[in-house]
């Protein structure tokens, strides 16, 4: 099986509501504007805007699936802390990009572990791991850039290997069986150079975001506004250019292994802009009341059906006023579509009272 590392999905939904206004742009060359050189160290605007197109759907399991393309994409690979630009080669075609979610809930389902296979009249064209990446448009995804064998008709089969985070609520039990779909996929290289691509001198490079695409029948990987978020909300920290969103539960999910009386510490990290779920990071947290430390540890990577995916541990309770420090000692391991590499990445220590 060949490797690819990361490469971030332009993001965008189906073939009619998806691409949007691919009228904007009748065809293009395979080249993308530079990069910028002044950067900000956030989130910015990106140089370009690009539509997609929807290929198919298909359901497994608890997993229902979808499959989109581009145009092949450059994108930022991050590796622990370190963050390194891989262009387009010659031979890529399209970018070819998946979501998985749960049906039931409308949950973007991160860290399943997911690979493509692509075959045309039977014989095998490519097969590869891809990887969980983020893009303005779309959030959180899985991508890679693919050369085809010509125009035709293909069958792309989707695999995830289940989920290794901890599952809590409803959820427990669920997502950790693998599962895959076989869907159809159409292409033209004339059909591709007709999908949407628009350069923006006028806003790249801003502290800003472009509003998520709308998806049709795909869900976003929104995450709920803080205000929203069950249990008692008691703040919002900020690190690299992310929101860390901090509730507490008066008891631990069902799944959570905690002594009886412990309450529930989450941390919801999002994006600044369109609340973009930032999954795949290691979070630390201490608590500290009258000058006590109450927890010193790991906050989980979880998902679950209410609180969605956080980082979350059981406490022994937690009072208004107490202070809580966050660090985080890996960013978040998913690629970056442009507008995302230079956020997410030197988050420093962080900490509020609640």
């Known amino acids: 099986m060949q490797r690819r590392d990361f490469l971030l999905g332009a993001a965008g939904a189906g073939a009619t509501g998806l691409a949007g206004c691919s009228g904007l742009v009748e065809t293009r060359s395979l080249s993308s504007p530079p990069v910028l ?4 160290d956030a989130v910015y605007f990106p140089t370009h805007v690009e539509g997609m197109e929807m290929s198919g759907m298909g359901k497994s399991g608890d997993y229902q699936f979808a499959l989109m393309y581009s145009y092949p994409h450059r994108f930022w690979n991050v590796n622990g802390d370190e963050v390194q630009k891989t262009s387009i080669e010659d031979d890529d075609d399209v970018h070819l990009m998946a979501s998985v979610w749960d049906p039931e809930t409308g949950i973007v389902l991160p860290e399943t572990g997911l690979s493509i296979e ?6 095998l064209v490519s ?14 995804h899985y991508g890679a850039n693919f050369s085809l064998d010509g125009d035709g008709s293909y069958d792309v089969t989707l695999s995830v290997g289940g989920m290794n985070i901890r599952r809590t609520g409803a959820f427990e039990g669920r997502f950790g069986d693998p599962a895959e779909t076989t869907i159809g996929f159409d292409y033209s290289q004339a059909a591709r150079d007709e999908i949407m691509f628009e350069e923006t001198p006028d806003k790249a490079g801003q502290r800003m975001a472009r509003s998520p695409m709308e998806m049709g029948m795909l869900p976003q990987s ?7 978020l069950p249990g008692t909300v008691r703040g919002t ?16 999910p069902a799944g959570v292994d905690a002594p009886d009386g412990s309450q529930y510490l989450a941390v919801s990290a999002r ?3 369109n609340r973009m779920v930032l999954p795949a990071m290691a979070l630390e947290g201490t608590l500290t009341s009258g000058g006590e430390t109450v927890f010193d540890g790991t906050l989980s990577r979880t998902l679950d059906p209410d609180l969605n995916y956080h980082y979350g541990a059981a406490v022994g309770s937690v009072a208004s006023g107490d202070t809580l ?3 985080v000692t890996t960013p978040p391991q998913v690629a970056r579509h442009e507008g995302y590499e230079t956020a997410f990445v030197d988050m420093q220590p962080t900490s509020l009272t609640l």
Request: proline share 13%; charged share 25%.
């Open 37 to 40: 050189s002044n950067r900000p």
């Open 118 to 123: 692509i075959s045309k009249g039977g014989d």
């Open 127 to 140: 097969q590869e791991v891809i990887y969980p990446m983020l893009s303005q448009p779309m959030g959180f």
């Open 222 to 228: 929104t995450l709920p506004p803080a205000e929203e």
């Open 237 to 252: 920290a900020e690190t690299g250019d992310a929101k860390l969103v901090v509730t507490t539960l008066e008891s631990p």
């Open 271 to 273: 994006t600044p802009y």
């Open 325 to 327: 420090e966050l660090r």
